[in-house]
Each structure stands twice: as C-alpha cells, then as structure tokens.
C-alpha cells in the first residue's frame, strides 16, 4: 500500500488550495479516506474524512463550510479542497487511507502555509 500526497504551499489568508492524496497497490474504494493535519507543537488531528463517494463523510468543525473532501475511485485518488485559508490552519497535511480490516497506511505530508 503506498499513499503520497501532494499540492500543499505557501498561500494568502483567503486563498485556496487543492491537496491530491493518490493510492497505490490496494483498491481503493474499499478503504476509507481521511485527510489529518499536524501544526508545530500540537497533536494530529482529523481534519475530514469519507468512507465512499459521497458516503460517511465528516468534518472538524473548524473547517466545516471551508473544506470538501472527495474521492475518485477510478483515479484512485482523494481530494481534499480548502478555501478561505486562514493562518490557523498552517500544519503539515496528511492522508491516511484505512482498510476495512482497520489497517491505516498513511502518506509522507505536505506542507500548507498560510500568511501574507
């Protein structure tokens, strides 16, 4: 199983950003997707996840309107969509893919900063 994300960077308070997760070696409508972010000093927390295309589908309430998960199974990929940027939400981004077994693989991060 190997996760990989990418499309983290450096933008304004107020922009937008896309994140790509993409799956590897698994079939990917069989597992969950969730995306996670870590800010310097701070714990992990769950940002969103969702268990199928437009299935089971949850949000931390600070991003709640602000983000949209969604997944293309046939790309084998899982997006993560995140507009009104504000500087709260500066961490490292990662994407965990969870198998109905409950096995998680997780990616490497990437990296989101928002400032001006």
């Known amino acids: 199983v190997e996760v990989r994300e990418s499309g983290g960077g450096l933008v304004q308070p107020g922009g937008s950003l896309s994140l790509l997760c993409y799956g590897n070696?698994?079939?990917?409508?069989?597992?969950?997707v969730s995306w996670y972010r870590q800010a310097p000093g701070k714990e992990r927390e769950l940002v969103a996840s969702i268990r199928s295309v437009g299935v089971g589908i949850n949000y931390a309430d600070s991003v709640q309107v602000r983000f949209t998960i969604s997944v293309d199974n046939f790309k084998n990929a899982a997006y993560l969509q995140m507009n009104s940027l504000k500087p709260e939400d500066t961490a490292a981004y990662y994407c965990?893919?969870?198998?109905?077994?409950?096995?998680?693989?997780w990616g490497q991060g990437t990296q989101v900063i928002v400032s001006s």
């Open positions: 070696g698994f079939i990917f409508s069989t597992y969950s």
């Open positions: 965990a893919v969870t198998s109905d077994s409950g096995h998680i693989s």
